[in-house]
């Protein structure tokens, strides 16, 4: 069918704009700034830092004191003169600044040295998922919840994925830096670099000569089986999006299969994710998606639980979201649980409106299929519509239907996925879990 609703949400943070076809930062400092060598932001951009986030956009650049303008380590000012640390600078960029240490940083050894501490400390925080065995799978590294601005790392079984999203991080010395870290604290076989398009061409990142960084293995390991909740899944570096799974919907997975029954529907299924889960306590899963090659891969994760599954009969369906909702709903079909997972809507303010419009629209129809005392789990992964707009859209979904609903949990991302509460962007995952009458 036509449209294109499947995921497509990503695990970092970013601008949603095109590069900057601006020129360089061409004027020395005005009359009355600081005029040290480094970047210097206006007052609403240092407010900004002083609240607890790191980043700062191109309108809030005063001054840029530099001799050569080019993405690297930055001291950054006030326009007083006041020294706010040090920031991942690129001139490039929407976000000219990352904000990264209090102090100003003297070398690149010290940079690294910094770096790679922030690793260990991000690591050690996993140490509990980490302990699962070699087969766990969790995000290691989360950008800039983790005080890393720009790196992403996620763990599936012996593979590591990295990902860089800054120009200041798109050096030799830096790779080598990390790699040395996940080897020391995790030990992988393969550790592979994969950079995102999108943020390549925002960031004007270089192609790496080779996406292999470390392995043990000859050949890599491109692909492999990980374990979320005592599911197998496959994973495969060449295929999926963003880094791979969704790693962030992991205890949502096991939240939802607490309060799945009956017949369910996993709408925006992916690679089952969801699906899978509620095949534990569920008589009959459908899972549904836009993308054929993700459901194929669905149903070999199918295979690979089947005996985990018991006699649940699961079943996959390549279509639209909203073609499908609407179709199903207009023809009386019933459900006792629905799963609502669909991709950001919102991947910029500018849509935020239109991506209101589409959660009611799905919302609305499940609640229309639901079946009293049934459930729904509906999510949200865009960062621009807030958990108050999300819940407020649900509320109405429900109110239109003629339903009531109980919220049952609120939930968010799971733990190797921290909310940063002074930077909003790091709580992107909304999901209500919901109990229709």
């Given at each position: 069918?036509?449209?294109?609703?499947?995921?497509?949400?990503?695990?970092?943070?970013?601008?949603?704009?095109?590069?900057?076809?601006?020129?360089?930062?061409?004027?020395?400092?005005?009359?009355?700034?600081?005029?040290?060598?480094?970047?210097?932001?206006?007052?609403?951009?240092?407010?900004?830092?002083?609240?607890?986030?790191?980043?700062?956009?191109?309108?809030?650049?005063?001054?840029?004191?530099?001799?050569?303008?080019?993405?690297?380590?930055?001291?950054?000012?006030?326009?007083?003169?006041?020294?706010?640390?040090?920031?991942?600078?690129?001139?490039?960029?929407?976000?000219?600044?990352?904000?990264?240490?209090?102090?100003?940083?003297?070398?690149?050894?010290?940079?690294?040295?910094?770096?790679?501490?922030?690793?260990?400390?991000?690591?050690?925080?996993?140490?509990?998922?980490?302990?699962?065995?070699?087969?766990?799978?969790?995000?290691?590294?989360?950008?800039?919840?983790?005080?890393?601005?720009?790196?992403?790392?996620?763990?599936?079984?012996?593979?590591?994925?990295?990902?860089?999203?800054?120009?200041?991080?798109?050096?030799?010395?830096?790779?080598?830096?990390?790699?040395?870290?996940?080897?020391?604290?995790?030990?992988?076989?393969?550790?592979?670099?994969?950079?995102?398009?999108?943020?390549?061409?925002?960031?004007?990142?270089?192609?790496?000569?080779?996406?292999?960084?470390?392995?043990?293995?000859?050949?890599?390991?491109?692909?492999?089986?990980?374990?979320?909740?005592?599911l197998v899944f496959r994973f495969d570096a060449e295929g999926g999006q963003?880094?791979?799974?969704?790693?962030?919907?992991?205890?949502?997975?096991?939240?939802?299969?607490?309060?799945?029954?009956?017949?369910?529907?996993?709408?925006?299924?992916?690679?089952?994710?969801?699906?899978?889960?509620?095949?534990?306590?569920?008589?009959?899963?459908?899972?549904?998606?836009?993308?054929?090659?993700?459901?194929?891969?669905?149903?070999?994760?199918?295979?690979?639980?089947?005996?985990?599954?018991?006699?649940?009969?699961?079943?996959?369906?390549?279509?639209?979201?909203?073609?499908?909702?609407?179709?199903?709903s207009d023809a009386g079909e019933r459900f006792d649980t629905i799963v609502?997972?669909?991709?950001?809507?919102?991947?910029?303010?500018?849509?935020?409106?239109?991506?209101?419009?589409?959660?009611?629209?799905?919302?609305?129809?499940?609640?229309?299929?639901?079946?009293?005392?049934?459930?729904?789990?509906?999510?949200?992964?865009?960062?621009?519509?807030?958990?108050?707009?999300?819940?407020?859209?649900?509320?109405?979904?429900?109110?239109?239907?003629?339903?009531?609903?109980?919220?049952?949990?609120?939930?968010?991302?799971?733990?190797?996925?921290?909310?940063?509460?002074?930077?909003?962007?790091?709580?992107?995952?909304?999901?209500?879990?919901?109990?229709?009458?």
């Amino acid at each position: 069918m036509s449209s294109s609703y499947s995921k497509g949400r990503k695990g970092g943070h970013s601008v949603s704009t095109s590069p900057s076809s601006k020129p360089a930062f061409e004027s020395p400092a005005a009359p009355g700034v600081a005029s040290q060598p480094g970047v210097v932001v206006s007052r609403r951009g240092a407010d900004r830092l002083h609240a607890g986030h790191v980043w700062v956009y191109r309108s809030d650049i005063a001054a840029v004191n530099l001799d050569e303008p080019e993405a690297g380590l930055t001291p950054v000012y006030d326009p007083r003169g006041t020294l706010l640390g040090t920031a991942l600078f690129n001139p490039a960029s929407e976000i000219v600044l990352r904000w990264i240490a209090p102090e100003v940083i003297g070398s690149e050894a010290e940079f690294l040295a910094l770096v790679q501490a922030k690793l260990r400390a991000a690591i050690a925080r996993r140490q509990e998922l980490l302990a699962m065995g070699p087969e766990s799978a969790c995000r290691l590294i989360f950008s800039e919840a983790d005080a890393l601005p720009g790196v992403i790392a996620d763990k599936y079984g012996e593979l590591v994925i990295l990902q860089l999203a800054s120009k200041a991080l798109d050096t030799a010395a830096v790779r080598a830096a990390i790699v040395e870290v996940l080897l020391d604290e995790i030990g992988p076989a393969t550790i592979l670099e994969r950079p995102s398009p999108r943020i390549r061409e925002l960031e004007q990142l270089s192609a790496p000569p080779s996406a292999v960084l470390y392995s043990r293995l000859d050949p890599p390991l491109a692909s492999t089986n990980f374990r979320l909740n005592g599911l197998v899944f496959r994973f495969d570096a060449e295929g999926g999006q963003k880094t791979g799974a969704f790693l962030d919907q992991r205890e949502n997975y096991e939240a939802a299969a607490r309060n799945a029954h009956g017949r369910a529907l996993d709408v925006c299924t992916y690679q089952g994710g969801f699906a899978l889960h509620l095949a534990k306590k569920c008589e009959r899963v459908t899972g549904a998606d836009i993308s054929r090659a993700a459901l194929e891969v669905a149903d070999n994760n199918l295979a690979a639980n089947r005996a985990l599954l018991g006699g649940c009969e699961v079943d996959w369906l390549e279509a639209n979201a909203f073609d499908l909702l609407r179709d199903w709903s207009d023809a009386g079909e019933r459900f006792d649980t629905i799963v609502l997972d669909p991709p950001a809507f919102a991947k910029s303010k500018r849509a935020a409106e239109s991506a209101v419009r589409g959660y009611k629209e799905l919302n609305l129809r499940a609640f229309k299929m639901l079946e009293a005392g049934g459930t729904l789990v509906t999510c949200s992964c865009s960062h621009h519509v807030s958990l108050a707009e999300f819940t407020e859209v649900v509320r109405s979904a429900a109110g239109d239907a003629g339903r009531r609903a109980r919220l049952i949990e609120r939930r968010g991302a799971a733990s190797d996925h921290p909310v940063i509460l002074n930077i909003p962007e790091t709580e992107y995952l909304k999901c209500l879990i919901l109990e229709v009458e």
